[in-house]
């Protein structure tokens, strides 16, 4: 008589279950800012109301100057923090003529010394340009312009309005500045992102007001 031996396998089937991956805070929830405005490369100090107060003194411009948290170490690549600062303002420029005068020299002029290198000029010519607005739009101070066809529907936009400043912990952004803002204030506007890449992101928003003196 024949035995039959019946040899029962089992196979069990493990499953795999995707999981969501967890994304930590920026900087642990406490993601901040610290922005200072600098002229002639001096600090300036707010009064009592708040405002920063800039004497012109012959610099045509300024800067703002920030200090951010570091962030998490997930959002730093290759030593380059995911972190962006946007800069804008409510002040534009806008240029409708422009006047400037040039010397004017003889072919066979005079000259101030025997070398003849530096001639002697017998008059001047006024230059006026005009209807430059057509030419070229608003400037803001933040050092941007508005192109004159822009889509404002359009995705990229955005990356066109305002200025930027990307993957570092000290932003600095020149405004531009001028004897004819004497006893104007000036809003800028700061718009801090820490991580600009997937996962959680802080959005912090400053507003510096400046009075030109």
Sequence with gaps: MKKLYIVL??????????????????CDGNCGTSYEVIYKGQPIQQNPNGFYEIQWDGLNYFQIKGDLTPLNDQYVINDVPLIQANFDSDYWIVVDSIRFQTPMFSYLGWFNNQSLNTPISFASYTYTMTDLISLHPPTNIAGYQIPQHLCLDCPSSSTLLGTHSKYTYTPTQNIILDNEMIGDTLNIFVETIFNTDIGEKEVVENHIKIIII
């Design 9 to 26: 396998i089992s196979v069990s089937l493990f499953s795999c279950e995707k999981q969501d991956q967890i994304y930590p805070t920026p």
